[in-house]
């Protein structure tokens, strides 16, 4: 009986540990790209900047940010040359992961205005759009 307590709360420490591991690693990650803002910081620069939105087709068409372009992360690597590297760009998904993942792409790309909401689409306040296609 005591094995299986032992098991059991062994399993359940490594599964705390690897949610604690992937937090701090998605906060690191966070850090070395930089640029991170809030709803305010967004919605008063967004319109100097390139709001691209790293969501896959589907969602962006229901409803995305005012004025953004999708370029979903599963194209990412093919289209970001598309963005213009002398102007700040502005990203957001659902998911910060997703996001820092485009970031960081632009980042090694050369990209030195990157930015991205802090928080996901659906928490979202400001004006949005839905596509007409």
Request: charged letters at 25%; glycine letters at 6%.
């Amino acid at each position: 009986m005591n094995n299986i307590f032992w098991i059991i709360n062994t399993v359940l420490i490594i599964i705390i540990l690897a949610f604690v591991l992937s937090w701090l690693w998605q906060k690191i990650q966070a850090k070395s790209v930089g640029g991170k803002l809030t709803q305010k910081e967004f919605e008063a620069g967004k319109r100097k900047a390139q709001i691209i939105d790293v969501r896959e087709k589907g969602p962006f068409k229901k409803k995305h940010i005012l004025g953004a372009r999708n370029i979903p992360l599963t194209m990412f690597k093919y289209q970001f040359s598309e963005i213009r590297p002398d102007l700040p760009v502005y990203l957001y998904s659902d998911s910060q992961a997703m996001t820092l993942r485009a970031a960081k792409i632009l980042k090694k790309n050369g990209y030195q205005k990157v930015y991205w909401l802090e928080d996901p689409f659906d928490k979202w306040e400001g004006q949005t759009k839905a596509s007409k296609y």
